[in-house]
C-alpha cells in the first residue's frame, strides 16, 4: 500500500457542487500539505498544516478549505466547484526533520 | 515576481549530452533546496538535495549559491530515462515548487 493515499483518483463534477479530496497517510508525519498542478504553471500551494491543531493558507487559497482530522488525514474542499478549478491536485507529508516532501499519487479533477 | 523561477524549457538534447538547469528564489530565509523529478501525470519525485558545499549523486551535481540565491542541477552522460520535467524546490515554512523544466532525451 502507498504511504500517502489520495481519494478519489479522478472525479468530474458540475459547477457550484461541493467536492471533498481526501489524503490519508502512514508515515508518522505531522506537516501535511495540498497541492494543484496546471500546465505550465508547475505545483501551487493551497494549504498546509504542521499538526492537528495548525492550518495555514498558502499562495492560492480562495475557493479551497481542508481539515485535518487527525495526524495522519488531511481534506480538502471544494465548497462551490468552479471550472478553472479543473486541475490535478497533489496531497504530500513531510517529516519535522527531514526536507523531503512525499506525495500521493495525486486527484485529477475536473468542473465542467 | 515568484519565489521560485525556472527556465521552463523544453531542453531538447541527445544521449550522452551534458545538460544545466538553472533556479532562483526569492526569499533569502530560505532553509532547505531540492530537485524533484516529474515524470508525465505522475507525482513527483525526490531527486536529491541541495547543499552549499554542493553534491554529486552518480550522474548528477547540484549546486547552491545562497549569497546569489540560485540552485542549479547539472545532469551528464543523459539517457533517455532521464526524460522528465525537473523541479527546483525550495523550503521553508512553506515549500515552494518551480514552474519546472521539461527536458527530453533523444537517441
Known amino acids: 500500500d502507498a504511504d500517502v493515499t489520495q481519494t478519489p483518483r479522478n472525479r468530474i463534477t458540475k459547477t457550484g457542487k461541493r467536492i471533498m479530496l481526501e489524503c490519508s497517510q502512514t508515515?508518522?508525519?505531522?506537516?501535511m500539505y495540498w497541492y494543484r498542478q496546471d500546465p505550465g504553471l508547475g505545483l501551487r500551494l493551497i494549504y498546509y498544516?504542521?499538526?492537528?491543531?495548525?492550518?495555514n493558507k498558502g499562495e492560492i487559497s480562495d475557493g479551497y478549505s481542508v481539515s485535518r482530522q487527525a495526524q495522519a488525514k488531511f481534506s480538502l474542499s471544494l465548497e462551490s466547484a468552479i471550472p478553472n478549478q479543473t486541475a490535478l491536485y497533489f496531497c504530500?507529508?513531510?517529516?519535522?526533520?527531514?526536507?523531503?516532501?512525499?506525495f500521493g499519487e495525486g486527484s485529477r479533477l475536473t468542473v465542467l | 515576481r515568484k519565489e521560485v523561477e525556472q527556465d521552463p524549457g523544453p531542453f531538447n538534447v541527445p544521449e550522452g549530452a551534458t545538460v544545466a538547469f538553472n533556479c532562483t528564489y526569492s526569499?533569502?530565509?530560505?532553509?532547505?533546496f531540492f530537485w524533484y523529478r516529474q515524470d508525465c501525470r505522475k507525482e513527483p519525485k525526490l531527486l536529491m538535495s541541495?547543499?552549499?558545499s554542493g553534491n554529486e549523486d552518480g550522474r548528477f551535481t547540484a549546486q547552491l549559491n545562497r549569497a546569489s540565491q540560485y540552485i542549479s542541477l547539472l545532469i551528464r552522460d543523459s539517457k533517455l530515462s532521464d526524460s522528465a520535467t525537473y523541479l527546483c524546490?525550495?523550503?521553508?515554512?512553506?515549500?515552494?515548487f518551480g514552474a519546472g523544466t521539461r527536458l527530453f532525451v533523444k537517441a
Open positions: 526569499n533569502s530565509a530560505s532553509q532547505s
Open positions: 504530500a507529508t513531510r517529516g519535522s526533520g527531514t526536507g523531503e516532501l512525499f
Open positions: 498544516s504542521f499538526d492537528v491543531k495548525d492550518i
Open positions: 541541495v547543499y552549499s
Open positions: 524546490v525550495v523550503g521553508g515554512f512553506k515549500t515552494i
Open positions: 508515515k508518522g508525519h505531522d506537516r
